[in-house]
């Protein structure tokens, strides 16, 4: 059989279905009664109630089958849901549509249909009321018109339902709107002409806008309760509810004094609803509004003559500004020669800055190499006077075995003695010399992440006992992470850091812990630099990274070192740095950077 096409408004349809919440509900007396109606009336073995949902037609109330549903594909009334008008088919063994439907060709073998859509109380086809027979029978106009009066009760029920669903909310809105609302529904002769219609209900601002009473209007046509009424309204209003089609218009009501704007439209066949609004003061804003409208032209005149004021003015403004803007390039000029300057003390800062970080190791070296040399200097001297008194023995030939061999044994001690001095120094010299490589060139190269951090540690605590300081710092990074990248900037940030733990985070404290820590994630370096110390306030460290800013104002700092550190991570680097710090707590400086440089860092 062939498969009924898609109705134009499917979606609209089916969200139609679905807002009426009834698929798959229990069966109910109204529905009951009406498909009872149909059978009785019509004397028919078979009647439908159904609800064509997307992809099946399922029965509300049924009387002559068993099942609840079945296939939309093969279900008659998918056709009849296409239109407003009743679908009558007289034999189905001769419709080319149906002639091979298993309900046709076996039980309950179809051959009479009628049926006739049915509608959501938002005037959308969504199922059908239909009764099938056996045999072929008559189909009167007397049957089409009980036919759709009974389709009509159903959307009665639907409606009913609904509003009984929504009851409490629907009636307080309906009660409170403010514009007039009513619906009605029109009354036809025998010929379809509309010749009365009946009101159905209406609101509080409709009785009061057309002084009508509900209770003894409702349920009345409008020729019993206004009897003069005009054909002409009938016929207008009647055409809404046949057509479908909407109308808006303005009245004026003489008996009452005032403006009022109408728009009735159709909400289901046969019916009409009015919305009717009081425009009076529109209309008298609308007069009001074409004096303003001559007062105006009035002004428009007056507000071109002061335009050409105006201009005149804008004229004379040019000028003036011609003049300013000449002043602003010469003080441009004069600015960015200030900001050149600036940039150059900025270098010579930083630069400076540098220097008394690398003065401050060599400051160290010189007072840990004093120790050391003067050491390996006393036991060379002593070794020279030794070897001096065993020459001139020698010369005396008063040399005793004994006391040669007391000579050889006090100079190999002191042979050691001065090679562990020496020893100890060159080890300093040569980490000093690779840091000071390393900051002062931005070569790079392959490096050892642990030896470069113990390198940093030894010159850096160099000066800690003439500080007074006896500061621990532990290096726990493990020896496996090898860094391809510019060790100078990474050796200069780390040096920075754990000075400034020393100068402010153990400012009044002489005894503190410094812990480095490093991991590798994902071939990014996490590289941790934590002390116990004072900590730092939260204004403190909003500002940590800022330019010039310093705790130590006046007292030697120049409030470059974070800054410096800032710029080398985020720029030779690649990375960023980070701060967390309260009072009390101790500071942890984070910084994150590729484990291989990328080949544009600066």
Not at 114 to 138: E, F, H, M, Y
Not at 393 to 413: M, Q, R, T, Y
Request: charged share 25%; with cysteine; net charge negative.
């Amino acid at each position: 059989m062939a498969t009924a096409p898609i109705p134009d408004d499917e979606h609209r349809r089916l969200a139609a279905l679905v807002k009426m919440a009834i698929l798959d509900t229990p069966r109910e007396a109204n529905f009951d009664r009406i498909a009872e109606m149909t059978k009785r009336f019509f004397n028919a073995p078979i009647v439908l109630i159904s609800l064509i949902d997307q992809h099946r037609q399922w029965f509300k109330s049924y009387y002559g089958v068993s099942e609840l549903q079945m296939p939309r594909a093969t279900a008659f009334c998918s056709y009849t849901i296409l239109a407003d008008t009743q679908l009558i088919i007289e034999d189905a063994t001769k419709d080319p549509r149906f002639s091979d439907h298993p309900w046709v060709k076996e039980d309950p073998k179809i051959v009479f249909y009628a049926g006739k859509s049915v509608q959501s109380p938002d005037g959308l086809n969504v199922g059908t009321l239909c009764l099938i027979d056996t045999k072929p029978r008559p189909w009167h106009p007397t049957d089409a018109a009980l036919l759709n009066d009974l389709a009509h009760l159903i959307e009665q029920a639907f409606l009913i339902r609904t509003l009984e669903a929504n009851d409490s909310n629907w009636q307080k809105l309906f009660d409170n709107m403010t514009v007039g609302f009513a619906t009605h529904e029109v009354i036809k002769d025998k010929d379809g002409k509309v010749i009365d219609y009946r009101f159905l209900e209406m609101n509080t601002a409709y009785q009061k806008l057309t002084q009508l009473d509900a209770k003894s209007a409702v349920g009345k046509t409008v020729l019993e309760i206004l009897p003069k009424t005009e054909p002409y309204w009938i016929e207008k209003f009647g055409g809404v509810a046949v057509s479908g089609i909407s109308i808006d218009y303005e009245n004026y009501s003489r008996e009452l004094g005032h403006w009022y704007s109408v728009r009735a439209y159709s909400p289901a066949p046969d019916k009409f609803a009015v919305l009717v609004s009081d425009i009076t003061n529109i209309k008298h804003a609308e007069s009001e509004l074409l004096l303003l409208s001559e007062e105006l032209q009035k002004k428009v005149q007056l507000l071109e003559e002061s335009d050409r004021n105006l201009r005149q003015l804008n004229e004379e403004l040019e000028l003036r500004v011609e003049k300013r803007t000449k002043s602003l390039e010469e003080a441009n000029r004069s600015l960015a020669m200030t900001l050149k300057e600036l940039e150059i003390t900025k270098n010579e800062l930083v630069t400076s800055e540098k220097l008394a970080s690398l003065g401050t190791l060599v400051a160290g070296i010189s007072h840990e190499l004093n120790t050391p040399i003067g050491n390996a200097l006393t036991i060379s001297t002593s070794v020279e006077d030794a070897f001096e008194k065993l020459a001139l023995h020698l010369s005396d030939e008063k040399v005793k075995k004994s006391d040669i061999k007391s000579l050889v044994n006090a100079g190999l001690k002191m042979s050691a003695l001065m090679t562990k001095c020496l020893n100890q120094s060159v080890n300093m010299i040569q980490s000093f010399k690779r840091i000071s490589v390393d900051q002062s060139s931005h070569a790079r190269r392959t490096f050892s992440l642990s030896e470069l951090i113990n390198d940093v540690v030894a010159t850096t605590t160099l000066g800690l006992p003439r500080l007074g300081k006896k500061i621990e710092i532990f290096n726990r990074t493990p020896f496996a992470i090898c860094c391809d990248g510019y060790p100078g900037a990474l050796s200069q940030v780390i040096t920075n850091l754990i000075q400034n733990a020393v100068v402010h985070g153990f400012d009044d404290h002489n005894e503190g812990i410094i812990l480095i820590d490093a991991t590798v994630i994902d071939n990014s370096v996490t590289l941790t630099i934590k002390d116990n110390g004072i900590g730092m306030s939260a204004e403190v460290v909003r500002h940590a990274f800022d330019p010039f800013f310093t705790t130590k104002l006046g007292q030697g700092g120049s409030g470059l070192g974070l800054t410096i550190c800032h710029r080398l991570m985020t720029t030779n680097l690649g990375g960023h740095i980070e701060v967390d710090s309260k009072p009390g707590m101790g500071t942890v400086f984070t910084l994150a950077f590729p484990i291989i440089a990328a080949d544009d860092q600066e």
